[in-house]
């Protein structure tokens, strides 16, 4: 996402599938620094939560884990009418920030910001199998005819 893009006179936009160095750097460096970024700003905490809901949902989703669990959600899903649910304007677009630099008869322009969360290319890619979990896993199992409890 930090390819150079040529504008034309005409308002076409001509791809060079080159990402720009400068905006690859600066990428890589915001990625790397998120987490304390977050720290300082609840909005990138908020925003890292989102996208694990959103992938945590289409994972549900994707492997029919509530029909796997015998969960019906047709309360929330809305299909029996019982509650009230309330619909606020969901934004479907951030709008991206530009900048203009005119360099004698050219003019530079950057955009950035925006965001684009796609769960469903995580939940698209293959699975990892990570052996240490099957030790906890195997732990995890319950006991055939006990009780449990949630502490």
């Not at 076409?12 to 990402?19: F, I, N």
């Not at 796997?68 to 649910?85: R, S």
Request: proline residues 3%; glycine residues 10%; negative net charge.
């Amino acid at each position: 996402m930090t390819e150079d893009d040529f504008v034309a006179a005409d308002g076409t936009v001509e791809q060079t599938g080159r990402p720009n160095p400068i905006a690859q750097k600066w990428a890589d460096r915001f990625t790397t620094k998120f987490e304390e970024l977050a720290t300082h700003d609840t909005v990138f905490g908020q925003l890292r939560n989102l996208m694990d809901l959103a992938v945590a949902a289409a994972l549900i989703d994707h492997e029919d884990l509530l029909g796997v669990a015998g969960c019906n959600l047709d309360l929330l899903y809305g299909a029996n009418q019982v509650l009230d649910i309330v619909h606020g304007l969901t934004p479907r677009t951030v709008d991206s920030e530009s900048s203009f630099l005119k360099r004698g008869r050219n003019y530079i322009v950057t955009a950035s910001g925006g965001v684009q969360i796609d769960s469903w290319q995580v939940v698209g890619q293959a699975a990892e199998t990570d052996p240490q979990l099957s030790g906890i896993l195997n732990k995890a199992v319950p006991i055939k005819g006990g009780s449990w409890r949630w502490d």
